[in-house]
C-alpha cells in the first residue's frame, strides 16, 4: 500500500488527504522534517505559497523535500504547490522547489472575487473534470521537456486565448486548480498511478 506524504503546513491538505485515501492509498500529514521518512508520494496543496515556502524553510524542510522529488519520487502540486514547484515565480524570490521547468504568475486570475469553475479538457482523462479556480496561478512558459495537460480560455477572464493550467515533467504533476475540493479524483488516481509498481 502506498504511503502519501500531504504537507499540512497550511492550505486545502485535509481535501486531498480525503481524496487519495478514498482510492486507498495510505496518507501522512506532514508537520516535520522526521514526517518524510517512508513516504512514497507527496501532495503539495493550495494555500499562501509565501507561507508555505517560509514554513518549509524554517522547518528545515525544503532542501530534503526538493531532493526527494530530484530522486525521483512522485509529488502532485496544486495551486500554491503548483507555484512551489515551479522554477521561476514572476515578479518573486520566496523559497521554492524550483524543479519543475516552468515559469508562474501568481494571482493570475485576480482576487478570491474572481475565483470560479469550469469544465477542462485534461489529457489521459477520458471527459472533462470539473476544475475549481480560486485566486490560481498561470503557467506563463513551459521547458521542452514539461508536458502540458490541460489549458483554460483566457476569453472569460478578460485575457486572450489559451493558458496552461496543467503539467507533468516526470515524476511532477502540478495544476493551477483544486481538483481536491470536488468529488471526481480521475486526477489524483492518475498522481497514483505515477508511483512504482
Not at 22 to 43: F, N, P, S, T, Y
Not at 44 to 69: C, F, N, Y
Not at 131 to 152: K, M, S
Request: proline share 5%; net charge negative; glycine share 10%.
Amino acid at each position: 500500500m502506498a504511503l502519501v506524504g500531504v504537507l499540512a503546513l497550511q492550505g486545502a491538505f485535509r481535501e486531498h488527504a480525503a481524496a487519495v485515501s478514498r482510492l486507498g492509498a495510505d496518507v501522512r500529514e506532514l508537520r516535520q522534517r522526521k514526517h518524510l521518512d517512508g513516504i512514497d508520494a507527496l501532495i503539495l496543496p493550495g494555500g499562501e505559497s509565501t507561507v508555505m515556502g517560509k514554513l518549509l524553510t524554517e522547518l528545515d524542510m525544503l532542501e530534503p523535500v526538493r531532493q526527494r522529488i530530484a530522486a525521483g519520487m512522485p509529488v502532485y502540486g496544486s495551486c500554491a504547490g503548483l507555484i512551489l514547484l515551479c522554477e521561476t515565480i514572476e515578479e518573486s524570490d520566496q523559497p521554492r522547489i524550483g524543479l519543475l521547468h516552468a515559469s508562474v504568475r501568481r494571482n493570475a486570475f485576480g482576487r478570491q472575487v474572481d475565483s470560479f469553475e469550469t469544465d477542462l479538457a485534461v489529457k489521459g482523462l477520458d471527459a472533462p473534470l470539473r476544475a475549481v479556480f480560486i485566486r490560481a496561478p498561470l503557467i506563463t512558459a513551459v521547458g521542452p521537456d514539461v508536458d502540458v495537460l490541460a489549458r483554460v480560455d483566457m476569453a472569460a477572464h478578460g485575457g486572450e486565448g489559451e493558458r496552461i493550467v496543467a503539467v507533468r515533467q516526470g515524476n511532477i504533476l502540478a495544476t493551477s486548480f483544486h481538483p481536491e475540493l470536488t468529488p471526481d479524483t480521475r486526477l489524483h488516481s492518475a498522481f497514483l498511478d505515477m508511483l512504482p509498481a
